[in-house]
């Protein structure tokens, strides 16, 4: 984990160099001045040497004044560290994860892969600026103090024989326990964060249905099991507390017992006795620090786990096999005996032995029933998913042949599920062209039949859409959608039944429209109503991830049975409505 994680710490070695050696000599000064408070009790009040009470009052003055600056020092470089740390680590995850294929984002689930960015490098942050302070003062202060004790009186020192390993095991046990419940506390972070996330997600559904209360029970489960993982957690770890103080305070008793005896029998002097009580302080307190940060590290512990699980995670897509210099030429398609399931391990196939040629330029339909694999079939042509069996070729090579960058520029996909971001329309449509003109915005506006609500709002391009295209309505998203789509001029357009909110007025004028400004451009639409395919080159009827018949409407009209038996219950469905 340490060699995976050190390269984001790396650009703040500096600070960190200089951080723990401001922390040593907060700790070593802060060390000295109950040595002076010593002198000022057996000599200068002893003796009535008020000149040498004052000279080594001003000395620990200084020497305080000392520390507090090196202590300060500390501070500045454990936080510019830290958050710089935190800050790298958080822009080296997400962008590994950006790397991600669809696969590796459903092995982790969106709310774990939000949980590690936040929360888990949060906590790793914390561990560094705590530990380049508390790690590095605490074992200072301790060996300081132990020496310091000795060189008073090591009869008298001969306490800690007893103490030190009665704390040590304490600590050793605590952390045994613990480690494994902050494990599961992380665990049931995620679960908390899933629940919500899709919550507020669905917020319209959840609404429609009435099932806020249903929402509410599932989450006060899941905060239940938070809550007591935590509670197991933290009162374990604050079971220390007390075990802490009831040896410290046995050692101060065991010492006054000694130490009182000591200095009636005239074998050690009073001052002696006080810095010597000090000293016993800072040695129990530098262990109940040391024994906090080490409870602290074992969450980061399992915090730097699941988050090194995310860097090491290898993309299942990569460019490995890319030719070098390969452009997509043209929009022409081929599968070649393409067999594609997503899960390795699963037994059965979601596409199976798929031959299907689409020529350049050419307009295709898709149909089939729910679960026919249509979806499955176009998201292999810009390596969205990649086919375990056979050959997915595009411009008349393997896809694998291209860099995903270039692939991807090359094909335009208009998802089931409309995705704006929040920002004007503006800034949404520049997505597909971040150099559109205004001529070239409203050009695919008026393709995808957008202009017509646009040019209704008061903003035009500038209206504010809010989180997730909350202003606008489906129909209109999807049009944006599609407009956004139309604007990278692509050699591929996959539609995948994004006309689904519009009415069928709408959806011709937008298939008309493709035929005029995308001449060149090879089209997939994938539909369920026939009429928005009848008039394609090509249209594929899919069942159980087969391509069970493929044609021109009039030849599927003759030769395929599902087609035909869709397309009269269409026609008969629309003239009942009629």
Same mark, same amino acid.
């Given at each position: 984990?340490?060699?995976?994680?050190?390269?984001?710490?790396?650009?703040?070695?500096?600070?960190?160099?200089?951080?723990?050696?401001?922390?040593? !000599?907060?700790?070593?000064?802060?060390? !000295?001045?109950?040595?002076v408070m010593s002198d000022i009790v057996d000599i200068g009040i002893a003796n009535g040497d008020q000149a040498f009470i004052l000279r080594k009052g001003g000395l620990m003055m200084?020497?305080?004044?000392?520390?507090?600056?090196?202590?300060?020092?500390?501070?500045?470089?454990?936080?510019?560290?830290?958050?710089?740390?935190?800050?790298?680590?958080?822009?080296?995850?997400?962008?590994?994860?950006q790397e991600f294929a669809f696969s590796n984002i459903e092995k982790f689930s969106t709310a774990s892969l939000v949980t590690r960015l936040t929360n888990d490098v949060n906590n790793m942050q914390m561990s560094l600026m705590m530990g380049m302070r508390l790690l590095v003062r605490a074992p200072v202060m301790l060996i300081s103090a132990l020496i310091l004790s000795i060189r008073i009186s090591y009869q008298l020192s001969n306490v800690f024989l007893v103490a030190l390993p009665l704390l040590l095991v304490a600590v050793a046990v605590i952390l045994t326990r613990v480690g494994p419940m902050f494990r599961s506390l992380?665990?049931?972070?995620?679960?908390?964060?899933?629940?919500?996330?899709?919550?507020?997600?669905?917020?319209?559904?959840?609404?429609?249905?009435?099932?806020?209360?249903?929402?509410?029970?599932?989450?006060?489960?899941?905060?239940?099991?938070?809550?007591?993982?935590? #509670?197991? $957690?933290?009162?374990?770890?604050?079971?220390?507390?007390?075990?802490?103080?009831?040896?410290?305070y046995g050692t101060i008793i065991a010492v006054m017992w000694f130490g009182g005896k000591m200095v009636y029998a005239g074998t050690l002097e009073p001052g002696k006795l006080i810095t010597f009580f000090t000293?016993?302080?800072?040695?129990?307190?530098? !262990?109940?620090?040391?024994?906090?940060?080490?409870?602290?590290?074992?969450?980061?512990?399992?915090? $730097? @786990?699941?988050?090194?699980?995310? #860097?090491?995670?290898?993309?299942?897509?990569?460019?490995?096999?890319?030719?070098?210099?390969?452009?997509?030429?043209?929009?022409?398609?081929?599968?070649?005996?393409? /067999?594609?399931?997503?899960?390795?391990?699963?037994?059965?196939?979601?596409?199976?032995?798929?031959?299907?040629?689409?020529?350049?330029?050419?307009?295709?339909?898709?149909?089939?029933?729910?679960? /026919?694999?249509?979806? /499955? !079939?176009?998201?292999?042509?810009?390596? #969205?998913?990649?086919?375990?069996?056979?050959?997915?070729?595009?411009?008349? @090579?393997?896809?694998a042949d291209y860099t995903m960058e270039h692939l991807r520029d090359a094909v335009s996909v208009v998802l089931q599920?409309?995705?704006?971001? /929040?920002?004007?329309?503006?800034?949404?449509?520049?997505?597909?062209?971040?150099? &559109?003109?205004?001529?070239?915005?409203?050009?695919?506006? @008026? =393709?995808?039949? =957008?202009?017509?609500? #646009?040019?209704?709002?008061?903003?035009?391009?500038?209206?504010?859409?809010?989180?997730?295209?909350?202003?606008?309505s489906g129909g209109q998203k999807q049009r944006l959608c599609i407009a956004r789509a139309i604007l990278k001029q692509p050699k591929v357009l996959i539609l995948d039944d994004s006309t689904s909110a519009v009415d069928t007025a709408t959806d011709a004028k937008i298939r008309s429209a493709f035929a005029d400004e995308l001449k060149n451009t090879t089209k997939i639409i994938i539909a369920q109503r026939v009429t928005s395919v009848m008039d394609a080159d090509l249209i594929l009827v899919m069942d159980q991830g087969r391509v069970v018949a493929q044609g021109t409407h009039e030849e599927l009209m003759k030769t395929?049975?599902?087609?035909?038996?869709?397309?009269?219950?269409?026609?008969?469905? &629309?003239?009942?409505?009629g």
């Open positions: 984990m340490m060699k995976k994680l050190w390269p984001h710490a790396r650009p703040y070695a500096k600070w960190i160099c200089v951080g723990v050696a401001c922390s040593a !000599l907060e700790a070593v000064f802060e060390m !000295l001045i109950p040595l200084v020497m305080a004044v000392v520390s507090l600056c090196f202590g300060v020092g500390a501070a500045v470089c454990s936080s510019v560290a830290g958050q710089g740390f935190g800050a790298n680590l958080r822009r080296a995850e997400y962008g590994h994860i992380q665990e049931k972070t995620d679960a908390l964060n899933l629940v919500v996330q899709e919550n507020l997600t669905g917020i319209r559904v959840v609404k429609s249905f009435v099932r806020e209360d249903h929402e509410r029970e599932k989450f006060a489960k899941r905060n239940q099991d938070l809550k007591g993982t935590s #509670l197991r $957690a933290f009162g374990t770890v604050v079971v220390n507390m007390p075990i802490m103080m009831l040896i410290v000293y016993i302080t800072q040695i129990m307190m530098s !262990l109940m620090m040391v024994s906090m940060v080490f409870m602290m590290l074992t969450r980061s512990v399992a915090c $730097a @786990r699941r988050i090194v699980e995310v #860097l090491d995670e290898q993309p299942a897509i990569t460019d490995e096999k890319a030719a070098e210099g390969a452009v997509v030429e043209n929009g022409d398609i081929g599968f070649d005996h393409v /067999s594609f399931k997503y899960n390795e391990e699963s037994p059965e196939w979601i596409l199976q032995d798929v031959n299907v040629h689409i020529r350049s330029g050419q307009t295709v339909g898709v149909l089939g029933g729910t679960g /026919s694999g249509k979806t /499955s !079939l176009v998201s292999l042509i810009p390596r #969205l998913y990649e086919a375990q069996e056979g050959t997915v070729s595009v411009g008349g @090579r393997p896809v599920k409309n995705t704006l971001f /929040s920002g004007t329309i503006r800034e949404n449509l520049l997505w597909g062209d971040p150099h &559109a003109s205004e001529e070239q915005l409203w050009a695919a506006c @008026r =393709a995808a039949c =957008a202009d017509e609500f #646009l040019e209704r709002m008061p903003e035009g391009l500038d209206t504010d859409l809010g989180q997730g295209g909350v202003n606008v395929c049975d599902i087609y035909r038996e869709v397309y009269q219950s269409q026609q008969e469905g &629309a003239s009942i409505h």
